[in-house]
């Protein structure tokens, strides 16, 4: 299926605020594309590149043309939450069941706000494709071995005012890679904003690490205050405010919507991009 003009045009708008934030090179980086593929896009000089090539800088910079963000009662907090701990330099740490908008509010700041590097780690990652991870999201080169890697990424944030780091599937990371967030802290308090984030299970790890005394996690906890904050549950006002912003307006269908999510804001969006799909074959029958 060929990308539309229209959606081309909204991702290249979408790379020029972004590359007014940083520049055009690291934005390249971050796209894992070459610097003339973005400046072409910026320049609508689209011609020569393909379909392919648009859905990789789409898809790898998490830009999504077709969705609209909802102010709801957590994404309100997550943004009042990350801008006063950028503001500040303070540590903290989120654990709560997927599907609440963690991420959704994540990438938004990240998107809005100078100095944010935001990463969402894998299962898989060995403590070197973590690093090489955040520097390609901060836009620096991430050749190099992995202790090159560490202090080329701190001595960048050293460099930035009021950075912010945040680091969601937090509880995806092996203990080796756990532990190098201790190193940034250590290397970065006072002067450097952290975000932990995962799933329930990142509380019930860190806090059975501390009880079993094991290595790293004391000091990690104690870093975040030893708390972890929990967002609100997902009512109906919430799910009315999501569906009217991505143009679902029946009552009928935002009440099914919300009593059919048991919670959960992925299943929103699947049956919002349902609704859609069947709006739009009823239009073209």
Known sequence: MQLSPENKLLIANELARRSAKTSQNQLA??????????????????????????????????????????????????????AAAKKQSLSIGISDSAGKGKTEAFTAFERENSNVIYVECKNYW??????????????????????????????????????????????????????????????????CAFVISGVQALEKRIVK??????????????????KFIQLDPIVEKDVQLICHANGVKDPEEVSFIYHNSEGDLRRVRRDIDKIKLRQLQQKSA
């Open 29 to 82: 980086l971050q796209a894992d594309v070459s610097s003339a593929t973005i400046s072409q896009m910026l320049n609508n000089n689209w011609k020569l590149i393909s379909d392919a090539m648009w859905r990789k800088v789409q898809v790898t910079l998490r830009i999504d043309p077709k969705w609209n963000t909802a102010k709801t009662d957590n994404f309100i907090k997550m943004q009042q939450l990350l």
């Open 126 to 191: 060995t403590k070197k494709s973590y690093i090489k991870q955040l520097l390609i999201n901060t836009g620096l080169n991430s050749e190099g071995t992995t202790e090159e890697l560490i202090n080329r990424f701190i001595k960048h944030l050293k460099g930035l005012p009021s950075p912010l780091l945040i680091i969601d599937q937090f509880d995806k990371l092996k203990d080796p890679q756990l532990d190098l967030f201790m190193d940034f802290y250590n290397d970065l308090s006072g002067h």
């Open 209 to 226: 690490g501390v009880n079993r005394e094991k290595i790293g996690y004391a000091e990690l906890y104690s870093r975040i205050g030893k």
